[in-house]
């Protein structure tokens, strides 16, 4: 039986599951896959460490590049994470003639044709189906499964983390910093949660996912990014009573005028389907030419959905796929990056407002003037010399309008801090 | 550049689909494959027909054999349907050392073993993405992305034309019979419907994703089957008071006592995903070990999506992807199947009663005998000597104990027709 080596970067939460898979389920994948995996090593900081899964302390050492670079193993699994060093060792992997497979969404949105390129000049290949959306084999699907399509646009739920506290927000109608206290205690956000829910980690991915959408490389600097940080239960609530859900929405569409590239805080009618995922699930909905809309869904995050990517990655190696023939990260840069002022939507706008006679018409006057009009008000009840919140949807308008006419009303003296505004995508 | 000539047999929508991606979208397979494909034979009923497609009738043949057994082509696509004549040009394919591409359900569900014992002996690999959720790549994440998985369960909604009738009674109040009708209006069912709406389809389908998740055959008659026609407006509606709505769900799980497989009207919570599938959509939720929940969702057929599924096989097959390691058809039978009548579930049980006094107390009284209790009941308005329905949900019963429970009740003067049950699914 084919045998594959295996040098394994990182056992935290995804390489533990990486190792009880290939450990537990040695014959199960050795029937499916006619080939015998192997850990050669695996590179961790703390050898000592008490750990989820135990390991012969024989395969472990401080040394991670030792392990990239090793050349009993034919290939690398990275789940290091971050950009560096994890680029440092995967490029030395890919150097010394071994294939890589990653999570390291930050790594390919940041450093893609770097590494493809290296990748290309030594013949090797780089598989990251667990880069993007957990479990779901979201890349495969797109790849291959798709392979006949051109593709219209992706809306993904790619964070479950920020998911999480939007879904709590919304059910539990706990504040923002309640629910990602609560994220935090229940392990589903970071102590410095600020990759998750400043939408830097959605942007990775979508920087990966409209890439290959698209066949050229989307880099993270061409994604508009915006976290749920302002979002409070005003927001979620308001929504709610127009029909909507707001949820931290991955977007990327091609357009007349170029690629709409976006993550942020949207506001989405209950009937859509992406409304329904909730919690640490993830979503992505492809629109495209010959399949219409199709919709993968799933646990985006965690030890074992992760895992079991990286697994089917690992089979796809060692079965000798042919690589793809076309890398977006390999591709010549066409793509015009659609500005953001000219995208047309419409939008929820939060006032705070002191409660005197005339202010609406005063609003409502200024977003006339600058072509937006208004589909829907809240005003909550009348408290007049009050500070109240005041809600309005708008029609279709332009970013940019919408930005100088609140630009415009802000200066006002009836209104009261920043005023907020979200996208509705309908 | 590598050349791939194809025999295509039918021309209908899924292959007239398959032929104006093949001719429109050349240059883009070219580039995303490495190879060229070129149809060298079509076989047809009627070559004077007029079509979607404008093909050069040098193409065409009346002769399905002769395309089969062509020695110049190096697969076939089979997109005849039905169990025959198709597997005959299957194994004809096949035994001339052909590839083959289909998308026909029914064949692979009645004949897979068989056809995978000539596969395998003349070493040829059959494709099938297009057999199961249309436009969708259920099969590739079930065997490639799911790998590292143990499959707990698969539900799906895998017949449009169900979903679209059920939909169309739940939302627009129509009964069954004009439900129907719109659906063979719109092009959504047949002239004769039966293979949709009575779970046929459904079972076929439902025995390709068994016999895949669970990697032995399960055969069409292991797999309980009931359609749709017995569901009225009555039975919407009351599932829409008690929080549900009623889905053609097919259903296969693992359980200690063997493989649970079966197709079947069924009652699913409204915070269910699979509820909100609608119309022609299909969705398929497997349960997995490592994975968790996952959910495919897309267009379940058409000429697009479905010709999009067989040409990505196509596109497997030309880079020469290695055969999968495991055929469920190849597999000796090991797998139970559990009997109907120990599966154990909740039930929604509707009764016409004459609007007696002490009617509920009989009828409940009889269900409380075979060790059925109750859980909520719906009794309309009352007019005492009229025919009204009585609608019960169970909590957790036998199938056995339910259905001689029902058995006996019928038996009662006061009820008046046939007694309806349909299974809840949690």
Same mark, same amino acid.
């Given at each position: 039986?084919?045998?594959?080596?295996?040098?394994l970067?990182?056992?935290?939460?995804i390489?533990?599951?990486?190792?009880?898979?290939? @450990?537990?389920k040695?014959s199960l994948?050795?029937?499916?896959?006619?080939?015998?995996f192997?850990?050669?090593?695996?590179?961790?900081?703390?050898?000592?460490?008490?750990?989820?899964? !135990?390991?012969?302390?024989?395969? /472990?050492?401080?040394?991670a590049?030792s392990?990239?670079?090793?050349?009993r193993?034919?290939?690398?699994?990275e789940?290091?994470?971050?950009?560096?060093?994890?680029?440092?060792?995967?490029?030395a992997? /890919?150097?010394?003639?071994?294939d890589?497979?990653?999570?390291?969404?930050?790594?390919?949105?940041?450093c893609?044709e770097?590494?493809?390129?290296?990748?290309?000049?030594?013949?090797?290949r780089?598989?990251? $189906?667990?880069?993007?959306g957990? *479990?779901?084999?979201v %890349?495969?699907?797109?790849?291959?499964?798709?392979?006949?399509?051109?593709?219209?646009?992706? /809306?993904? %739920?790619?964070?479950? @983390?920020?998911?999480?506290?939007? @879904?709590?927000m919304?059910?539990?109608?706990l504040?923002?910093?309640?629910?990602?206290?609560?994220?935090?205690?229940?392990?589903?956000?970071e102590p410095d949660?600020?990759?998750?829910?400043?939408g830097?980690?959605?942007?990775?991915?979508?920087?990966?996912?409209?890439?290959?959408?698209? $066949?050229?490389p989307?880099? /993270?600097?061409?994604?508009?990014?915006?976290?749920?940080?302002?979002?409070?239960?005003?927001d979620?609530?308001?929504?709610?009573?127009?029909?909507?859900?707001?949820?931290?929405l991955?977007?990327?569409?091609?357009?007349? $005028?170029?690629? $709409?590239?976006?993550?942020?805080? @949207?506001?989405?009618?209950?009937?859509?389907?992406?409304s329904?995922?909730? *919690?640490?699930?993830?979503?992505?909905?492809?629109?495209?030419?010959?399949?219409?809309?199709?919709?993968?869904?799933?646990?985006?995050?965690?030890?074992?959905?992760?895992?079991?990517?990286?697994?089917?990655?690992?089979v796809?190696?060692?079965?000798?796929?042919?690589?793809?023939?076309?890398?977006?990260?390999?591709t010549?840069?066409?793509?015009?990056?659609?500005?953001? !002022? !000219? %995208?047309?939507?419409?939008y929820?706008?939060r006032f705070?407002?002191?409660?005197?006679?005339?202010?609406?018409?005063r609003?409502?006057?200024?977003?006339g003037?600058?072509?937006?009009?208004?589909?829907?008000?809240?005003?909550?009840?009348?408290?007049?010399?009050?500070?109240?919140?005041?809600?309005?949807l708008?029609h279709?308008?332009g970013?940019?309008?919408?930005?100088?006419?609140?630009?415009? %009303?802000?200066?006002?003296?009836?209104?009261?801090g920043?005023?907020?505004?979200?996208?509705?995508?309908?």
């Amino acid at each position: 039986m084919k045998k594959i080596k295996i040098g394994l970067l990182g056992l935290g939460q995804i390489g533990s599951g990486v190792y009880r898979i290939l @450990t537990r389920k040695k014959s199960l994948l050795q029937k499916k896959s006619g080939v015998s995996f192997e850990i050669e090593k695996i590179a961790v900081k703390s050898p000592g460490k008490k750990r989820a899964v !135990s390991v012969p302390s024989k395969l /472990l050492t401080r040394d991670a590049m030792s392990v990239a670079k090793n050349g009993r193993a034919d290939c690398v699994i990275e789940l290091v994470g971050g950009v560096r060093p994890a680029k440092d060792f995967v490029l030395a992997a /890919l150097k010394s003639g071994k294939d890589v497979i990653t999570a390291n969404k930050a790594l390919l949105a940041e450093c893609g044709e770097e590494i493809f390129k290296i990748a290309s000049r030594y013949g090797r290949r780089v598989f990251f $189906e667990a880069s993007v959306g957990g *479990g779901i084999p979201v %890349i495969k699907a797109l790849r291959e499964g798709l392979v006949a399509n051109e593709i219209q646009s992706v /809306l993904g %739920i790619i964070n479950g @983390t920020s998911n999480y506290i939007l @879904t709590r927000m919304t059910h539990d109608y706990l504040e923002f910093g309640q629910a990602l206290a609560q994220a935090q205690r229940e392990g589903y956000a970071e102590p410095d949660p600020s990759l998750d829910i400043d939408g830097i980690d959605s942007a990775h991915k979508l920087a990966i996912l409209a890439s290959l959408a698209f $066949e050229e490389p989307v880099r /993270l600097r061409d994604i508009a990014c915006e976290g749920i940080r302002a979002i409070d239960q005003n927001d979620i609530s308001f929504a709610n009573q127009f029909g909507y859900s707001i949820k931290l929405l991955a977007i990327a569409k091609k357009t007349a $005028e170029g690629l $709409e590239a976006r993550v942020q805080p @949207t506001l989405l009618s209950k009937d859509h389907i992406l409304s329904k995922v909730d *919690g640490a699930y993830n979503a992505i909905l492809f629109r495209a030419d010959e399949v219409g809309d199709m919709l993968l869904y799933g646990k985006g995050a965690g030890s074992k959905p992760t895992a079991s990517a990286v697994v089917s990655d690992l089979v796809d190696m060692a079965q000798g796929r042919p690589d793809k023939k076309t890398n977006p990260w390999l591709t010549k840069r066409r793509l015009k990056i659609k500005s953001g !002022s !000219s %995208i047309q939507s419409r939008y929820y706008l939060r006032f705070s407002v002191i409660d005197k006679p005339k202010v609406l018409a005063r609003i409502s006057g200024i977003l006339g003037d600058h072509g937006v009009s208004i589909s829907d008000v809240i005003q909550t009840e009348r408290k007049v010399g009050n500070v109240v919140p005041l809600i309005m949807l708008t029609h279709h308008a332009g970013e940019g309008a919408v930005q100088d006419a609140v630009k415009t %009303i802000d200066r006002l003296p009836v209104i009261k801090g920043k005023s907020h505004r979200i996208r509705i995508e309908d």
